[in-house]
């Protein structure tokens, strides 16, 4: 009877380790398009290398959007194209400005030149600066 019981065991044991190996290579295969193998559109594509570059600075290593302490939040493409306009504003150098976006209370985007608020692009009264904005924009829209 004792062998009969230990034999017993032992196929128990095996069969639960051989379905909870099942259950752990199932559930390796999460589906997060629903019904197809291909990556939903928000995966397909990278920060832009202004931001990689930034993160790794930083010792972040690779994420999708910048931030850094005592900087104002905003949402994480103009995140992205902060961390554009600031690598293409760095690499001038008669560089006068410094840029931060921000998240307004009503959810509004603002941009910070040198500590003063602007509520659109419009507002900034330096055209250099203006074009450099489209051009980061542009740069942003056209890797998307």
């Known amino acids: 009877m004792s062998i009969t019981v ?6 128990v044991v095996f069969v639960s380790v051989g379905l909870l190996a099942f259950v752990f290579m199932k559930s390796n295969k999460v589906q ?6 291909e990556k939903p559109e928000w995966m397909h594509s990278a920060p832009p290398q202004e931001t990689m570059n930034a993160t790794r ?22 995140e992205q194209i902060e961390d ?3 690598a293409k504003l760095d690499s001038d150098p008669f560089n006068k400005f410094e ?9 509004s985007l603002e941009i910070w030149v040198n500590g003063k608020m602007y509520a ?10 203006k ?8 740069k942003w829209n056209k890797q998307k």
């Open 6 to 11: 230990i034999v017993l065991g032992v196929i």
């Open 57 to 78: 600075a930083d010792g972040e290593g690779i994420t999708s959007f910048d931030h850094d302490a005592g900087e104002r939040l905003a949402a994480p493409f103009a």
């Open 131 to 138: 074009q450099a904005f489209g051009d980061a924009v542009a």
């Open 99 to 107: 840029i931060d976006f921000g998240t307004g209370k009503d959810g």
């Open 84 to 86: 554009i306009l600031r």
């Open 120 to 129: 659109s692009v419009e507002e900034i009264p330096d055209a250099a600066l």
């Open 32 to 37: 997060l398009t629903g019904k197809t193998d």
